[in-house]
């Protein structure tokens, strides 16, 4: 059963995705570049010499499965997200590829080497901070367990300007993150927070 929040999330992306169509802005992002930076950095987590087997939790239209093929580095990836919609354009803007593969289904996902997540903790809407904590250690604990040898994920960072952050998104202390993973996962766990964006990236390995 999906997560009840996980199920609000879907339906706020899917009216981005039918307001805006598979581009950066139908998912929640403004522009190409900055997306991309993002998977620069969750793609951390997996070293140049490493088999990339991934999971991208929370796929959207497919922009990962995109930058992995023009990246021309060898690759298998299963694209999940709880919006149909999203599972949808991804099948069609990716076309047939054997090396990909996607589902609406997260029962149909299974471990793999990697786990990346991007965005998906950025949009908690009316959500308090207790209720949306818990859904990010619940969530984290997915990533742990469809991995293999490690996962990433990123988080809007609470050391925004104050005049630029908005009521219905949530800011993480990039301090606290580590510190509770350090705890929860005995594993390597680094921060970036080093790229010009309002936000970090989590990289945890085993």
């Not at 899917?14 to 991309?36: C, H, I, M, V, Y």
């Not at 959500?127 to 293999?148: C, G, K, P």
């Not at 990433?152 to 300007?161: A, G, I, V």
Request: glycine share 4%.
């Amino acid at each position: 059963m999906i997560d009840p929040l996980a199920a609000r999330s879907a339906a706020y992306y899917t009216k981005k995705l039918a307001e805006f169509g598979p581009t950066p802005r139908g998912a929640d992002w403004n522009s190409r570049e900055s997306q991309d930076l993002r998977f620069a950095q969750l793609l951390r987590v997996c070293r140049p010499d490493e088999p990339l087997e991934i999971n991208d939790y929370g796929c959207g239209y497919g922009a990962l499965a995109q930058y992995l093929d023009h990246s021309g580095r060898p690759f298998e990836y299963c694209g999940y997200d709880a919006a149909a919609a999203m599972i949808a354009a991804a099948q069609e803007t990716i076309g047939p590829d054997p090396r990909c593969r996607f589902t609406a289904d997260r029962a149909a996902v299974s471990a793999r080497r990697f786990t990346v997540a991007s965005g998906v903790f950025n949009v908690r809407e009316q959500t308090s901070d207790a209720a949306w904590w818990d859904y990010i250690v619940r969530t984290l604990d997915e990533l742990t367990a469809l991995s293999t040898v490690g996962f990433s994920c990123n988080f809007l960072t609470s050391h925004s300007d104050a005049d630029r952050k908005r009521s219905d998104l949530y800011y993480a202390d990039p301090s606290e993150i580590l510190r509770f993973c350090l705890v929860r996962y005995p594993r390597r766990v680094a921060v970036v927070h080093d790229y010009p964006l309002y936000e970090f990236t989590l990289l945890v390995r085993v």
